[in-house]
């Protein structure tokens, strides 16, 4: 498969079949023109949505007639396997924010997580619905979700072989979340290799033998 940050939270993800994969795509202009990312060309079959917020929910932008996976639970299709665990977009059980699905999705031999606009840690139950993790998308810009030193705690309780950060500040959200770089430092002090893809897609597998942080350069820049 081939996984390409499209930008913010929103993944594009390739499958061998040719079957397109959008994860949480935003609305080109949302929140008075906050999020400045490119609209999607590319045609998708499925898309996936963690929440109803403009910034991940932005199906009636994405070409193409997708079916839409919303829910949580199992949902089971001819190309992949995914679960939704239900968990919420801040500490305070989504009373501030609202819900938000966690999708763990499984296609040709790996699993990849979506994060969403994840607001707490997980608990020991979700971690172990969450394992094995082939490759973690998980934010770290914080206000809004999880910030980078929580994101570190996901990431060393799931141990992914692959992470990629997401929902941070670039120049084309005008949110008050953080950069990337708080992330990064985190993961090099813990002796991580960080890899940046400034092509902003990679090609999967091969896997790590150990794990990477892999920085993509959103693909959507304005």
């Not at 994840?118 to 770290?140: F, K, N, W, Y």
């Not at 990064?184 to 813990?190: D, N, R, S, V, Y």
Request: glycine fraction near 8%; hydrophobic fraction near 40%.
């Amino acid at each position: 498969m081939t996984v390409e940050f499209v930008g913010h939270a929103c993944f594009l993800i390739t499958l061998a079949s040719g079957k397109v994969i959008v994860m949480d795509p935003y609305r080109p202009g949302a929140f008075g023109g906050a999020i400045k990312y490119r609209a999607l060309t590319t045609p998708a079959d499925y898309v996936f949505v963690s929440h109803h917020h403009a910034d991940h929910d932005g199906v009636k932008d994405v070409p193409g007639t997708p079916q839409v996976i919303q829910t949580p639970g199992e949902h089971r299709t001819k190309d992949f396997v995914a679960v939704g665990l239900s968990t919420f977009h801040d500490t305070a059980k989504g009373k501030e924010r609202g819900p938000n699905i966690v999708f763990a999705l499984d296609a040709e031999g790996l699993r990849v997580v979506h994060l969403g606009d994840l607001g707490h840690l997980l608990d020991s139950t979700q971690i172990r619905e969450l394992r094995p993790v082939s490759v973690l998308l998980v934010p770290v810009g914080g206000h809004f979700t999880i910030d980078a030193k929580e994101a570190w705690k996901i990431v060393e309780a799931l141990e992914p072989r692959v992470v990629i950060p997401m929902h941070y500040k670039t120049p084309a959200v005008d949110f008050p979340i953080a950069g990337v770089e708080d992330f990064l430092k985190i993961a090099e002090a813990h002796g991580v290799t960080v890899r940046r893809f400034p092509e902003g897609k990679v090609n999967l597998p091969p896997l790590p033998e150990r794990m990477e942080v892999w920085v993509l350069s959103p693909t959507h820049m304005p």
